[in-house]
């Protein structure tokens, strides 16, 4: 079965606007593995570069205006769990006689991703040696297991008929981190490169550290006055 990024590339004329890249392949495996002068990105971030490529194509066919920031709040608008939100994009996008369901269909999900990279490509980047990797390597590995193990259930239901399309599904285990105070969820591996799951609540919990280290800091001084006297 063919490689649904290769079909898309292959459909969409997605292309690398970037000189210096041999083709989509070349700028993936070279992202992914840091080689090309800059930091390395991960599946996701990939994920969302081809994505977005591919809308562009799209955009561009059908003489849809695609600028940076109408492009990204769109894609981010139909990668939305908020139905309304998508569906008013939706809407818009047949408007100018786009296939909604058809193109969303083709846009891989980082599993999609990380098998081309690594299996399609046959693709490998160095270990790292960062202290952290071990964490973000068990939450990896833990997804990875989860979503064998759903794959293997989506094939039992298909064998069964009670599933009719599920040889075919595409499994995506994403691990989720959610703020205690409003509930705002981040991806994992977003939160840990950014340092925070929720900017409001981590900004005001370190304000919040900082002005109890102040108060510390004052009471100490209070008491050495206070023993100097």
Not at 69 to 80: I, P
Not at 204 to 212: K, N, Q, V
């Amino acid at each position: 079965m063919s490689c649904k990024i290769d079909a898309a590339i292959d459909e969409y004329g997605v292309d690398v606007p970037q000189p210096g890249y041999d083709g989509v392949d070349d700028y993936l495996l070279r992202r992914w593995r840091g080689d090309d002068g800059r930091s390395a990105d991960g599946y996701r971030t990939l994920t969302d570069w081809f994505n977005k490529r591919l809308l562009k194509r799209v955009y561009d066919e059908h003489n849809r205006e695609a600028t940076g920031v109408r492009l990204e709040g769109e894609y981010e608008a139909l990668q939305s769990d908020d139905d309304l939100v998508r569906r008013e994009v939706a809407d818009d996008l047949r408007g100018d006689g786009i296939e909604v369901e058809e193109l969303t269909t083709s846009m891989p999900s980082w599993s999609t991703m990380r098998h081309h990279l690594n299996d399609c490509l046959e693709g490998s980047k160095p270990t790292e040696t960062a202290t952290s990797e071990w964490e973000l390597e068990s939450v990896r590995i833990a997804a990875d297991r989860a979503a064998e193990k759903a794959e293997k259930a989506v094939g039992s239901l298909a064998s069964k008929g009670e599933l009719v399309d599920g040889d075919d599904i595409e499994v995506d285990v994403d691990v989720q981190l959610t703020c205690p105070v409003c509930h705002v969820r981040t991806p994992f591996r977003e939160a840990v490169d950014r340092g925070y799951v929720c900017r409001e609540h981590a900004e005001r919990e370190r304000a919040e550290g900082i002005d109890g280290d102040a108060s510390m800091g004052e009471a100490a001084n209070t008491g050495a006055s206070g023993d100097r006297s």
